[in-house]
């Protein structure tokens, strides 16, 4: 179960009972709830403030009230949505997919907008993962990886990580390892967007090799 509650002595928690000291906590948020506001709170933060009437800053940041306001307006049913129920929704993300900041709220990826969001550039992997079609692998080996729908490259932190990202669009999905170490040192920069996400603009063919599972189940026992 996914559903959000609050412990008294150790914050936001998401299932039945504080996977600390096992205590019920306070309900917050159901699982429909949580998947519909999550929902919005994608489509509002990465592609479409303005359908929210929301005034973004070049980093991706709005407000966090006005975005609880936009979402009371367009959907009346949620009219006790409180801050403290987004808050504990980011926290609680298993993917730290948005950030909170000085009462402001931003996505850190998945954008279709062009912003600068200027995220961390320190403590990058020497090497990440990015998941893509048999039938894209070797255009993408042959030409450099760039990005398709969203502003940025998404790279992953593991093969793992590349393997249930792929996995959305194909079965079996061929993953492509990158010199990451390389690629900065030639004067790219890669940006650390959540727990297992990391923002390029482009990756050249030559920092790009097929990643093969039997050696990278090797480099992680």
């Given amino acids: 179960m996914k559903m959000l509650r609050e412990c008294t002595e150790h914050g936001y928690f998401r299932g039945e009972r504080c996977p600390v000291c096992g205590e019920e906590g306070r309900f917050l948020m159901s699982d429909e709830e949580l998947e519909r506001i999550g929902r919005t709170m994608a489509g509002a933060l990465r592609h479409f403030p303005d359908k929210f009437s929301l005034r973004m800053d070049d980093q991706g940041f709005v407000p966090l ?42 996505a850190t990826y998945g954008h279709s907008l062009n912003l600068d969001l200027r995220l961390p550039t320190d403590n990058i992997p020497r090497a990440l993962f990015y998941p893509t079609t048999p039938e894209e692998a070797d255009i993408i080996l042959e030409t450099g990886l760039k990005p398709s729908d969203r502003k940025m490259v998404h790279l992953s932190k593991t093969y793992a990580d590349a393997v249930k990202a792929g996995q959305v669009r194909t079965e079996e999905p061929i993953i492509l390892e990158i010199d990451t170490a390389s690629l900065i040192a030639s004067g790219v920069e890669v940006q650390r967007a959540a727990r297992t996400v990391y923002l390029v603009r482009e990756v050249p063919a030559e920092f790009l090799h097929r990643a093969e599972e039997e050696e990278m189940n090797e480099a992680e026992s």
Avoid at 71 to 100: C, F, M, S
């Fill in 65 to 106: 009230r006005d975005f609880i306001a936009a979402v009371k307006k367009y959907n009346p049913r949620y009219h006790w949505l409180r801050p403290h129920h987004i808050i504990a929704l980011i926290e609680t993300d298993p993917k730290g997919r948005y950030q909170v900041s000085n009462d402001l709220i931003r």
